[in-house]
């Protein structure tokens, strides 16, 4: 009867045996054995990875930036007094991930990628980690393909590519981030995914910005990613890493992306603020020794991708601050030696009604020509040149000089090119006008035009044209070039409209 029992119970025991699955993922636990200004320090976790996501006890989450013989350093993406020492600590095994798709545009979001602009669940369908290798030499493709800004000044001058890396520098409050957004509003209808970012900026400058995007329309192919200046640290340093992931989905499904991290200085001083609390050593500034680091592995992952490769294309537009026109500071330098060029703003053209306050001597396009239309270089070659003799000739006929006659149309020519590019907000130009608008200033045409009047006669001509000489607009977006023929069809229109023009003025 006893060994009956016994085998009844060996053959259950062999069945729940055969039977018994393993699904066990061991991880590493630890912990926390200091905690302030949302930095940890945990022991006992032995296998985690940089960069990796930790568990604290259920509460909060945690990114490790330091790892140690015995311990290891994280940043807390959460409250900061939720986590206090001898919690438990888990590690995950998957790095900070943020939801990536089209759902997102036309959305605002926190650096997670959780929506916070009350409009409820986004739905994501896929995940993307925010660090992320940057493509390969192989991957790449060269730059063509312009990139709109709408800006006069920015577009014949600067010129942008799909794909390229362009920086706006400038002191505070010189038009910086009203650059960065007439280069979003101008790509409507364009079919170019938009991604802003905001780190440490005040939440009623950034709720600014997502009006104007809401009422101009811009919005639903832009997706705002936003970390104020009442959010973390740790939140500031990862918020361009995710928008770059949200970009970054898109431009490996053959879309192009225009994505503005706003600005670069304040994440170096969050990262600054971190490295600081975990008790790295510290550089020039204060900053740490892979400051530069941090953002060229950022910018390096914005490019134009080959054909064979999906070709699409990420292009970015970072932003730095300088303190008193100073680019040679550490992290300015820093990042003017990654991106393909900047666009330098400067205090003293600003204040002097130049808008935008675009520096010719310091401003410079790395990609060039490369990236412009035929007509827009045949228009705009000489333009930086004329800029820069009537900059020096003006500051000599201050002195009442007895000048010649060439001196003197010289610079009449000059005041009215600067007039051409002075352009308010938000009130961008079509590629085509463009092209015209320098034309007939290049070509000395507006010698007649009162100096104050130029801006408006440029503009009421370019509506005469798409009223009356349809034929010509779209000759030159159909060519993408200015020939002899248009270019004397141009003049005899500029004869002819100045006529009316200046009948309408008499008679006001």
Same mark, same amino acid.
């Given at each position: 009867?006893?060994?009956?029992?016994?085998?009844?119970?060996?053959?259950?025991?062999?069945?729940?045996?055969?039977?018994?699955? #393993?699904?066990?993922?061991?991880? $590493? =636990? &630890?912990? %926390?054995?200091?905690?302030?200004? @949302? *930095?940890?320090?945990?022991?006992?976790?032995?296998?985690?990875?940089?960069?990796?996501?930790?568990?604290?006890?259920?509460?909060?989450?945690?990114?490790?930036?330091?790892?140690?013989?015995?311990?290891?350093?994280?940043?807390?993406?959460?409250?900061?007094?939720?986590?206090? #020492?001898?919690?438990?600590?888990? $590690? =995950? &095994?998957? %790095?900070?991930?943020?939801?990536? @798709? *089209?759902?997102?545009?036309?959305?605002?979001?926190?650096?997670?990628?959780?929506?916070?602009?009350?409009?409820?669940?986004?739905?994501?369908?896929?995940?993307?980690?925010?660090?992320?290798?940057?493509?390969?030499?192989?991957?790449?493709?060269?730059?063509?393909?312009?990139?709109?800004?709408?800006?006069?000044?920015?577009?014949?001058? %600067?010129?942008?590519?799909?794909?390229?890396?362009?920086?706006?520098?400038?002191?505070?409050?010189?038009?910086?981030?009203?650059?960065?957004?007439?280069?979003?509003?101008?790509?409507?209808?364009?079919?170019?995914?938009?991604?802003?970012?905001?780190?440490?900026?005040?939440?009623?400058?950034?709720?600014?910005?997502?009006?104007?995007?809401?009422?101009?329309?811009?919005?639903?192919?832009?997706?705002?990613?936003?970390?104020?200046?009442?959010?973390?640290?740790?939140?500031?340093?990862?918020?361009?890493?995710?928008?770059?992931?949200?970009?970054?989905?898109?431009?490996?499904?053959?879309?192009?992306?225009?994505?503005?991290?706003?600005?670069?200085?304040?994440?170096?001083?969050?990262?600054?603020?971190?490295?600081?609390?975990?008790?790295?050593?510290?550089?020039?500034?204060?900053?740490?020794?892979?400051?530069?680091y941090l953002h060229s592995r950022l910018l390096e992952r914005a490019a134009k991708l080959g054909s064979g490769f999906g070709g699409g294309s990420m292009t970015a537009l970072p932003i730095v601050e300088t303190q008193a026109g100073d680019i040679s500071a550490y992290v300015p330098t820093n990042v003017i030696s990654i991106t393909d060029g900047q666009i330098y703003l400067e205090s003293t053209l600003f204040n002097a009604g130049v808008r935008p306050a675009l520096n010719v001597g310091l401003s410079v396009s790395r990609v060039g020509g490369s990236a412009q239309s035929r007509a827009m270089k045949k228009v705009s070659g000489r333009l930086r040149l004329y800029l820069s003799q009537y900059r020096e000739l003006s500051?000599?006929?201050?002195?009442?000089?007895?000048?010649?006659?060439?001196?003197?149309?010289?610079?009449?020519?000059?005041?009215?090119?600067?007039?051409?590019?002075?352009?308010?907000?938000?009130?961008?130009?079509?590629?085509?006008?463009?092209?015209?608008?320098?034309?007939?200033?290049?070509?000395?045409?507006?010698?007649?035009?009162?100096?104050?009047?130029?801006?408006?006669?440029?503009?009421?001509?370019?509506?005469?044209?798409?009223?009356?000489?349809?034929?010509?607009?779209?000759?030159?977006?159909?060519?993408?070039?200015?020939?002899?023929?248009?270019?004397?069809?141009?003049?005899?229109?500029?004869?002819?409209?100045?006529?009316?023009?200046?009948?309408?003025?008499?008679?006001?």
């Amino acid at each position: 009867m006893a060994e009956t029992v016994y085998k009844k119970i060996s053959q259950d025991i062999t069945e729940k045996i055969k039977k018994f699955s #393993a699904d066990y993922n061991g991880r $590493s =636990t &630890g912990r %926390v054995i200091f905690s302030g200004d @949302g *930095v940890i320090r945990a022991d006992g976790l032995s296998d985690v990875q940089y960069g990796e996501m930790l568990d604290i006890d259920g509460k909060s989450r945690a990114i490790v930036l330091d790892l140690h013989e015995k311990e290891i350093g994280a940043i807390v993406l959460d409250e900061a007094d939720s986590v206090y #020492a001898n919690m438990l600590v888990k $590690s =995950t &095994g998957h %790095v900070v991930e943020v939801p990536v @798709g *089209v759902e997102l545009f036309g959305r605002v979001v926190d650096s997670l990628g959780n929506p916070i602009d009350g409009l409820g669940p986004i739905g994501a369908k896929a995940f993307r980690p925010i660090e992320a290798p940057a493509p390969s030499i192989r991957e790449r493709a060269k730059i063509t393909e312009p990139l709109h800004t709408g800006i006069l000044a920015v577009d014949a001058m %600067v010129p942008i590519g799909k794909g390229q890396r362009e920086l706006i520098i400038g002191d505070r409050q010189t038009g910086k981030t009203s650059v960065a957004i007439d280069a979003i509003l101008n790509q409507k209808g364009k079919n170019v995914y938009c991604v802003y970012v905001a780190i440490g900026q005040k939440a009623s400058a950034v709720s600014g910005i997502v009006h104007t995007l809401g009422v101009r329309g811009a919005l639903e192919y832009t997706c705002v990613v936003c970390a104020t200046a009442r959010d973390s640290a740790p939140l500031q340093y990862i918020a361009p890493f995710s928008g770059c992931a949200i970009a970054e989905e898109m431009m490996y499904s053959g879309k192009d992306v225009l994505v503005v991290y706003d600005d670069l200085s304040k994440h170096a001083v969050a990262y600054r603020a971190m490295s600081l609390l975990l008790k790295r050593p510290s550089g020039r500034e204060a900053y740490p020794g892979d400051i530069f680091y941090l953002h060229s592995r950022l910018l390096e992952r914005a490019a134009k991708l080959g054909s064979g490769f999906g070709g699409g294309s990420m292009t970015a537009l970072p932003i730095v601050e300088t303190q008193a026109g100073d680019i040679s500071a550490y992290v300015p330098t820093n990042v003017i030696s990654i991106t393909d060029g900047q666009i330098y703003l400067e205090s003293t053209l600003f204040n002097a009604g130049v808008r935008p306050a675009l520096n010719v001597g310091l401003s410079v396009s790395r990609v060039g020509g490369s990236a412009q239309s035929r007509a827009m270089k045949k228009v705009s070659g000489r333009l930086r040149l004329y800029l820069s003799q009537y900059r020096e000739l003006s500051s000599f006929a201050q002195f009442g000089s007895e000048l010649d006659n060439s001196t003197v149309q010289m610079i009449e020519t000059g005041k009215r090119i600067v007039e051409v590019l002075k352009q308010s907000k938000h009130s961008a130009y079509d590629s085509v006008h463009e092209v015209i608008i320098l034309y007939i200033v290049m070509k000395d045409l507006l010698q007649e035009v009162p100096t104050d009047k130029v801006n408006d006669f440029v503009k009421a001509f370019c509506s005469f044209l798409d009223i009356n000489c349809v034929d010509i607009v779209c000759e030159i977006n159909e060519k993408n070039d200015i020939g002899l023929e248009i270019g004397l069809v141009i003049e005899e229109r500029v004869k002819e409209f100045s006529k009316f023009y200046f009948e309408e003025i008499v008679n006001e």
